[in-house]
């Protein structure tokens, strides 16, 4: 700056110089040459200026007067705050803040200490990308190894359909058909488009009506085909003989309604049945000729089912063949009636038979019975069907009506009474029991005993009270023996049929009191004397060996057994025998008395001991003849009672509760690892994965092996399509209606190319052309 | 009387089978009340398992015989899984057939100790390193006379190589170390027409952190560009080829001999230490082991995966091998051998059964396999299982050892009791053995 002032000043005086030669000036161009001069010389250089301008700066010549170097915020700050201006400034800032130099390079080592960090953290993030195939195949229950295996093997339908394209036009249409079309219904979706269409057409609670409506429907439908189902599965032929026989009589009384209803549905009906019997006349499907009649008649000897069968199927010819009536409508409809009740088929299994339908009539009701007309035919009908037991038993009936009156009547007429209705018992067990499908050679005998009984019952009261008696300690015989085997009797007699629940209750109440034990109650004196007698004997025979003291007291055990009273008949004497040998072979052993030292023996051996906590020779004498000081009671510590034994209440068992060494060897101590409770370990060790306990497929699950290996091949590290593969994986998951409608925006797609291609070609040819 | 004749009517479709190759169909009925005891049962069924696997342990399946010196390193055929090859100290390379356990070929290949033996991805080269200097390059084929086979290719190297391991990416390169300098060098083979799959003679890249001599190193098989090497002062480096500078060092108490990583967990590495234990890494995260293996009672030198990624073999100085499952600890021991001339052939697991198994077999093998897996806590079965006669040294050491850990334990609770709490910090043992890592 100081030079330029100094060109300035220079430049000036040469200026002066040229413009005005006159001498006028001369002085005082001396005195600025001197001074001039005087500046140029040393020290006074640097000094400041002594000329001064006056007035405003020229643009020739600056000021640089007070404040000095002029910078370029001071020059900013004039400016206005326009936006334009605001950016300049902005601008201009940067430029100015903009430094230099460079800074100092960092040390080699640490520059690369950097890189490396960098590098690392970039190496670590990129091989995060098999996080999670690792996670998945570390957690993957079975892995087969190469991991790159073609699937071989038949293709399953599922990978069929999905793969399938339809190609001809028959497949097109079906496919469009099935796919396409707002009927067809899909997988994922309850309801069909249509169905969704005409829901959304309707009000929101319609819809819901419509909805739940449609649902019950499919439940209802779905129920009685599984019902269905079940039903026709059912193999029992008892079972589908009576579901038609409910039918058949379903059907009679779908007619009783069609006559008084529909007479023309019922006259159509009518003819029907009338083809029906038509047909039966003219075959002899239920004649007695057939094959299997003949060989029924020839077991009928034999037995009374065959016979009984064979009564049936002659009963159901005859049912078939009877000419129908000409239904005559009367004014009351009661000679009707009675036709239509022996239209319906009769035989032993029918439905109105009091000893099918599980119902018996009680007296009173027979009563009211014998007045009703109906009721009176029936019978009639039935009774050339009826076994010769039922018969008996219809006797007794009689009989019973008979007598019930009879209050005031002598002794002897009370024990035939009593005797009678006790045979009714017998009969009516013995009918229940064939139709159990339990009749025995036994039981038929006793049968056959009783009928005749019953043929000559007309003979002799006493000789008949001889009978009873006979029959009674058989009875009585029969009745201890079946207590003894059975517990609870399996076969509990009275009159009547239980109906109702009190009756049923009375029965457990009554069980106790077996029927044997309340008709010796009531039995007669003399009776009572002859059998104690007999009785006596017996058990006087069997009490002479067994020691009451002796014996166990153990809680009945209710063991159903099916063993009939085929022992029935064995006689007393037999049995006893059979007890004497028993008896006889274990005289010498006394295994109860051995059995129970050895128990007393475990439990004194079980009870905890007094610790005896004493020093010999501390605190007492020693040597020969000394006693045992008292103190030593003080050092001999009682042990807390045992806690009570598991066999306490149990006489006839020894529980060891000591812990078995040998077992413990093969028990696990802790808790192994993966598991977090005893529970869990149990029921992982519990759970059996062997062929004996499962089927094949499941044991082939449980067995597999964590990992497996194909023989002869090379197993290579893990590539990185399987990345890609579960990447793949990932992407499709979330769209399940990809399947559904996949193949049509593919099939689009694909003709919407195809249609590109086709135009390119075209173009091309064009351009040819 | 009557007769009740009830004739069993089956459907020939539910026992007759369709065709002769068919197994007959043996209807089963699985209620649990006709099979109790089951837990009982299938307890005796798996320690009888357990006694039939100890009794068939039979591990042993051959011996190589043919080298006159100690083998030195042995390599795999990347497409035949029976052929091997095994160079011995006295500079002979081996090629063998495993199935027939015959020396197939025979080379003189170097001067001194075989150190290291590769073959190119496309099986037409062996290579081979030598204390000689020289990395030779012989044809797969063996020659058609029987005149002393000459290698193709001879590279003479300034330093002595020591190992060299071909990778197999889509670039196909080969990289050996140096004993002297602590460098790795990447070499690659020639574009050239002429010389198509013949290794250049000049190192494209060295790869180096630090100026001691490396131990070992390998490559991760899955992520091919990374790779970590063991050096002679206790570290294991990890490098990227796709990085200028090597990534992270990690230093741990005693020298790592090898490494080894996991061909299924690209990020899994196992070290075989010294100090005569494994440590498993997890390459993000190295300031702990993710698993300790100890069973070793001497240094272990050398550590392998199997294919699978499951268990892995390491052999010791203690002349012992032994089989770690890859989250465990512990180990089962196979076998123990002398340092002579032989290559030895073992079963992964002894009592197994070689060929390919009946379905039925198979199958039963499954079922007993399963049950030792299920009854394996139990007491009587874990004795069986891990009952071994080990030679008397390896015997007596781990008694040692074992004294040893416990005396150790032992003066550090007792430190820990008489000094203030806290004080002296619990260290677990996955951390032990980490000095640290250099960034």
Known sequence: MVSLQKEAVMNSSEEELSEDEEEVADDGRHIKLLTAMSKMSGKGRGKSQLRSEPGAVSEFGLSTAGEGVVEVRNLLNSLQKNQDQVFLKKQLKSIVSKKKTLDIPLYSHEAEKIQRTVAYKKVSKDIGKWDQVVKTNRKVEHMSFPLNQAKIGLQSTEDFAQRFKPTTPLEEEIYKLLNGNKYAETKDKELTRAEEEVLSAMSLEEAQIRRAELQKSRALQSYYESKCKRQKRIKSKKYHRIKRKGKAKEEVKRMEEMMKTDPEAAAEELTKMEKIRAEERMNLRHKNTGKWAKGMMRFGKYSLEARQKIADQLDENRVLTQKIAEVVEDEDGRAGDADRVRAVPLSLSDVNNPWFTGKVQTDEEKKRGGSDGTDGAREAGKEFSRPKAVEAEAVDDSENEENAPGVKKDELDGELERLRSKRKLRSEEAQRIRRNGETSENMSSEEDEEEDEEEDGAEGLANELEEGRKEEEREDKKGRVQDDALGVGLIDEETTRKNTEEDFESITEMEEVTPSERLQEEEGKEEKEQTTRREGEKSSREEANVDPSKVFTLKPKNVITVAPDLVVEGDGMQESDHLMNIQQAFEDDDVIDEFKAEKEAAIEKGKPKPVDLTLPGWGSWGGTGVKPSKKKKRFIRQAPPAAPRKDDGLHHVIINEDRDRKISLHQVRDLPYPFSSVEQFQGSIRAPIGDTWNTPSAVAKLTKPSYSTKLGTIIEPIQEEVLKKGANKRRNRPKPDIELDGPKSKRVKSRKIKDKRQNRGNERKATVE | ?439
Request: hydrophobic share 35%.
């Open chain 2, 1 to 439: 009387m009557n007769i009740k004749v009830k004739v069993l009517s089956r459907n020939p479709d539910d026992y007759l089978r369709e065709t002769k190759h068919d197994i007959h169909r043996l209807p089963r009925n699985y209620d649990p009340t006709l099979h109790p005891f089951e837990a009982n049962r299938e307890y005796t069924r798996a320690l009888n398992a357990t006694k039939l696997d100890r009794i068939f342990a039979k591990p042993f399946l051959g011996a190589l015989d043919g080298h006159s010196d100690s083998v030195q390193c042995m390599s795999k055929h990347p497409k035949s899984l029976s052929t091997l090859l095994s160079g011995s100290c006295d500079g002979q390379v081996k090629v063998w057939n495993l199935a027939t356990r015959k020396c197939v070929r025979t080379l003189n290949a170097h001067r001194g100790f075989v150190r290291g033996i590769t073959v190119d991805r496309n099986c037409e080269y062996i290579l081979t390193v030598g204390n000689d200097q020289t990395i030779k390059q012989w044809g797969m084929e063996p020659a058609a006379s029987r005149e002393l086979e000459e290698p193709v290719n001879t590279i003479i190297g300034k330093v002595s190589t020591v190992d060299i391991v071909n990778v197999t990416t889509k670039s196909q390169r080969y990289l050996h170390r140096s004993i002297t300098t602590g460098r790795i060098l990447c070499m690659l083979p020639a574009a050239n027409r002429l010389t198509s799959g013949y290794i250049k003679a000049d190192p494209v890249r060295s790869f180096t952190w630090g100026t001691d001599s490396i131990q070992s190193f390998k490559f991760n098989p899955v992520e091919t560009n990374i790779l970590a090497s063991c050096t002679q002062d206790r570290h294991i480096v990890l490098y990227d080829t796709r990085e200028v500078t090597p990534l992270r060092k990690l230093t741990l108490a005693m020298r790592t001999n090898t490494v080894a990583w996991n061909p299924m967990e690209a990020f899994i590495f196992t070290a075989a230490n010294e100090d005569y234990q494994l440590y498993t890494f997890d390459m993000r995260r190295l300031d702990e082991a993710i698993c300790v293996h100890r069973d070793h009672v001497s240094a272990v030198i050398d550590v392998d995966y199997s294919p699978t990624g499951k268990e892995f073999v390491t052999g010791s100085f203690d002349k012992s091998i032994r089989i770690f499952p890859t989250t465990e600890s512990r180990s089962r021991y196979i076998l123990c051998g002398s340092d002579e001339m032989n290559i030895r052939i073992w079963k992964a697991s002894a009592s197994e059964k070689l060929g390919k198994l009946d379905k039925r077999e198979e199958s039963t093998v499954e079922y007993s396999n399963k049950l030792r897996e299920k009854f394996a806590h139990h007491p009587q079965v874990r004795r069986i299982a891990r009952h071994r006669h080990v030679p008397r040294s390896i015997y007596h050491e781990t008694k040692i050892i074992k004294e040893q850990l416990t005396s150790r334990k032992r003066k550090e609770t007792n430190r820990r009791k008489n000094n203030k709490p806290e004080s002296i910090p619990v260290v677990p043992i996955k951390k032990k053995a980490i000095v640290g890592e250099v960034e």
